[in-house]
């Protein structure tokens, strides 16, 4: 057994149980919150106003629908047959287990850098399309660890044209939702050639799309005693032989309607993209992309809609936790914590700046386990940080991103669709997440501190 098989199992053996739910942790953090402006002076009414007014729970609703659509979407396209055909091409042509795993993991990583939501669900059904092929072939495969492959893609998608920082700091609008009109004329509107498509996040997160192939199949034992097949689950499937009924069932399932909706939501993303070009892309712009092709692929509406109902079963921890990281924001802001903590940033200096920025992200995940959410908490504090010690925003919105996503592999929130799709608890995958987390912590952060200028 190699060095990094025994590390690969002493990591899961050893980080099984250290995490809590995370509706706990938000409240826990809110609790923490409170408490922290109390002491700072702040009468407890005032404190009581900024956390339940518009400025404090309310303030993200937005915001809120908007991930909740991307999920329920990227959810659709994911399951849609051809995606799921596709994927399952994808990984035919391997011809041993490490390279099944390897697979796994290029493509997880891969469609999570074009679609956060696309590259969970779709990483998932890789890996049970990985367990049901090596079952198959007659394979001795450790099916947790090709889960965790499955899950890699989410500790790069928040460098990918989903990330939900760089595409909030991309129109003046979305800016000032969350730093407030003063602060976002400040920092104004970053392109995403400033963040996503800048020569930083294209080696950092080209990076990673080549590492964690290396890094699972570094993993993946050859005699592994504690190898174990995939469930026999089937994969998702559509009712194509029950007979229509009346004519009102008949509609339902005609491609017509799909199309009558696709064609317009392409011609607005074509438009779209026209006037403001790639550099330009937003929230909104990522979803309709996605309902159209959601649409096209699926064909039939009564397919459409069943899809995206398996997508808003995830969107429970969405929907009740927002409203909880807007009240932090409130109440950080209204107590002057958010300016304290941005005058303590500055105070490091420009060349330990960013990597402060990344590893102060990377702790804050563990409690804010949402992209979005994490941006509306931290961005107003790095944003002034970042003026007051005259260092590239673009590049501190990527700092911030990268911690988000880096601890994504000891934070299980996101992982409940991947672990209801391949039925694997996150005890199982958590520590094989761990080994990649490290290895591609260091690639960050070298390149934060000695990569590109």
């Avoid at 908007?66 to 659709?76: F, N």
């Avoid at 991309?170 to 509107?189: C, I, K, M, Y």
């Avoid at 950080?332 to 940033?345: D, N, Q």
């Amino acid at each position: 057994m190699t060095p990094m098989v025994r590390l690969g199992f002493w990591a899961r053996r050893g980080f099984g149980r250290i995490v809590p739910e995370p509706f706990v942790i938000a409240v826990g953090l809110t609790a923490l919150v409170l408490i922290a402006a109390l002491l700072a002076g702040t009468p407890a009414a005032d404190v009581l106003r900024a956390w339940s007014g518009g400025k404090g729970l309310w303030a993200l609703l937005t915001f809120t629908m908007q991930m909740c659509v991307m999920l329920v979407l990227g959810t659709a396209l994911a399951t849609a047959p051809a995606v799921q055909r596709g994927i399952a091409a994808s990984i035919g042509w391997v011809r041993t287990p490490r390279q099944l795993v390897g697979a796994t993991a290029f493509i997880a990583i891969g469609l999570a850098l074009l679609n956060w939501s696309l590259g969970l669900i779709g990483g998932a059904v890789v890996a049970r399309e990985a367990g049901r092929l090596a079952r198959a072939r007659g394979y001795t495969l450790h099916y947790p660890l090709v889960c965790a492959a499955g899950y890699s893609g989410l500790m790069t998608w928040h460098g990918g044209f989903s990330g939900s920082a760089p595409l909030k700091v991309t129109s003046a609008e979305d800016l000032a939702e969350v730093l407030g009109p003063a602060l976002a004329e400040q920092v104004g509107v970053l392109g995403l050639e400033t963040t996503i498509l800048s020569p930083l996040n294209l080696v950092v997160s080209g990076g990673l799309l080549l590492l964690g192939p290396l890094v699972f199949m570094g993993m993946t034992p050859t005699d592994d005693p504690d190898a174990r097949s995939a469930p026999d689950t089937a994969t998702t499937a559509h009712d194509e032989d029950a007979p229509a009924g009346g004519i009102i069932e008949r509609i339902e399932r005609s491609t017509v309607f799909n199309l009558v909706l696709a064609l317009p939501l392409c011609a607005a993303v074509a438009m779209v993209l026209a006037e403001g070009g790639l550099s330009r892309l937003s929230f909104n712009t990522v979803n309709l992309t996605l309902f159209a092709l959601a649409l096209l692929l699926h064909g039939r509406p009564d397919r459409f809609l069943a899809a995206c109902d398996e997508g808003a079963r995830g969107c429970g921890g969405v929907i009740v936790q927002f409203p909880l990281y807007a009240g932090v924001m409130g109440v950080m802001t209204a107590a002057g914590l958010s300016a304290a903590l941005a005058g303590a940033f500055s105070a490091v200096g420009p060349g330990l700046f960013e990597a402060l920025a990344f590893l102060s992200a990377g702790l804050l995940n563990v409690f804010v386990p949402s992209g979005g959410g994490q941006w509306a908490v931290q961005g107003p504090i790095l944003m002034q940080g970042a003026l007051a010690s005259g260092i590239d925003p673009g590049r501190v919105v990527l700092a911030m991103a990268y911690g988000d996503q880096w601890t994504n592999m000891l934070q299980p929130f996101w992982a409940l669709p991947l672990l209801a799709i391949t039925r694997v608890r996150a005890r199982d995958i958590i520590g094989y997440a761990a080994v990649w987390m490290s290895v591609g912590g260091l690639w960050i952060v070298g390149n934060l501190l000695w990569g590109l200028g």
